[in-house]
């Protein structure tokens, strides 16, 4: 079992709102990663990191923001939440290995109202 | 162009039946390969890893054309359980970027 947790699981917030989703790991990795994925739809990403004090934007847009002041900690923050960020949010992490899997938290299912 | 192509599915099978994946990447940098499994509403969960000697998992076995950038996923005795959506994904080099694919759906039926 994967050593990655996201909080919440479940979201139901109202528009204007702002929010973060957290997201930590335990297994010490450098990289870690947000995905943004719709019902039934594939996996975007919408951000990640190298290690502390690395963020970078992925390859789908997205008004959210992220930090990594700590290795372990990488959450995700939308500062007016609105419908159209009603999706899920999974979490992940890996070794800067290329030849090492990614670990994904359980996700953040979020519903903006 | 995706950078990782699947066949779009959904692949509807039988119980017992042999159903093969594919999947194509455009980076030649690429340089690691998985197969993940995603049951419907569930994380991603690595299933098997790509070697370029091909590599077998029980009912399982993945291959790896380098050649042709073509990565396959063999699953023979199907069992219900197997139904879920499977994902292609590259490990890219040069700043390492780890690329899904869009998934393809398998629903086996009894």
């Known amino acids: 079992e994967a050593d990655i947790y996201q909080t919440p699981r479940y979201l139901v917030i109202g528009t204007g709102k702002k929010i973060t989703l957290e997201c930590s790991q335990t297994m010490g990795h450098d990289k870690m990663y947000w995905y943004q994925q719709d019902p039934g739809m594939e996996l975007h990403l919408i951000h990640y990191s190298y290690g502390v004090n690395s963020t970078e934007k992925g390859d789908l847009s997205s008004e959210s923001t992220v930090s990594r002041i700590r290795t372990e900690h990488f959450p995700l923050t939308l500062e007016s939440a609105r419908p159209s960020h009603t999706s899920q949010y999974l979490c992940?992490?890996?070794?800067?290995?290329?030849?090492?899997?990614?670990?994904f938290g359980q996700g953040t299912r979020l519903t903006v109202v | 162009r995706k950078e990782v192509e699947q066949d779009p599915g959904p692949f509807n099978v039988p119980e017992g039946a042999t159903v093969a994946f594919n999947c194509t990447y455009s980076?030649?940098?690429?340089?690691?390969f998985f197969w993940y499994r995603q049951d419907c509403r569930k994380e991603p969960k690595l299933l098997m890893s790509?070697?370029?000697s091909g590599n077998e998992d029980g009912r399982f076995t993945a291959q790896l054309n380098r050649a042709s950038q073509y990565i396959s996923l063999l699953i023979r005795d199907s069992k219900l359980s197997d139904s879920a959506t499977y994902l292609c994904?590259?490990?890219?080099?040069?700043?390492?970027?780890?690329?899904f694919g869009a998934g393809t759906r398998l629903f086996v039926k009894a």
């Open positions: 994904v590259v490990n890219r080099g040069g700043g390492f970027k780890t690329i």
């Open positions: 980076n030649s940098a690429s340089q690691s």
């Open positions: 992940a992490s890996s070794t800067q290995t290329v030849n090492t899997e990614a670990f």
């Open positions: 790509v070697y370029s």
